[in-house]
């Protein structure tokens, strides 16, 4: 005598053990994926104090930090933000006149190497991507999280290496 429960019954284990271990994968992802805030404030005279001075105590993202799958997106913020600051503390040690001016020349140049790395995969990319002009960098002006470069509260940043790619331009900045 057979029984066709056996068959049955191992389906709906493996249906369940499938759909339970989606489960656990998305929700460490969307928790990881929630703890990169973006975009960074652009640099102004009101927040390169803490642009400089607090750099020690914002967060950095370590590729450990993301899941090992996906959320390409994600991992392109933490680098953008990651190269960023590293950008900023070469332009926090330079004289005060030039300080404001290279940062944001950082900042602008991080946000668009961030939007060429958006563009190399094919997902949907960053809303703010997407505009031309001045529109590109009011988009990336609004909505943040941050705008004040504050510290995240017991956070000690990571060592990072230096980011290479950001050579200030005294030439641009207005004297």
């Known amino acids: 005598m057979t029984s066709t429960g056996g068959p049955i019954s191992f389906l709906m284990i493996a249906l369940i053990a499938l759909l339970s271990s989606d489960q656990r994968e998305t929700s460490r992802s969307s928790l990881t994926n929630a703890d990169v805030p973006f975009p960074p404030a652009a640099p102004t005279s009101l927040n ?3 642009i400089c001075q607090n750099g020690h105590c914002r967060s950095r993202y370590l590729p450990s930090f ?3 799958s996906g959320g390409s997106h994600f991992r392109f913020r933490g680098m953008a933000i990651n190269r960023l600051e590293s950008w900023y503390s070469l332009c926090c040690a330079k004289p005060e006149a030039q300080k404001l001016c290279c940062a944001q ?5 991080t946000l ?3 939007c060429v790395e958006e563009f190399s995969t094919k997902t949907m990319v960053y809303e703010c991507c997407e505009y031309k002009g001045d529109a590109w960098w009011s988009c990336f002006e609004s909505e ?3 705008p ?3 510290c995240v509260p017991g956070y000690i940043a990571a060592n990072m290496p230096s980011e290479p ?3 200030f331009n005294q030439g641009t900045c207005q004297m």
């Open 48 to 50: 390169l104090g803490a």
């Open 105 to 109: 020349q950082a900042w602008k140049k």
């Open 165 to 167: 790619g950001f050579t």
């Open 66 to 68: 993301f899941p090992r």
């Open 112 to 114: 668009s190497w961030f």
């Open 144 to 146: 943040l999280p941050n």
């Open 148 to 150: 004040d470069y504050s």
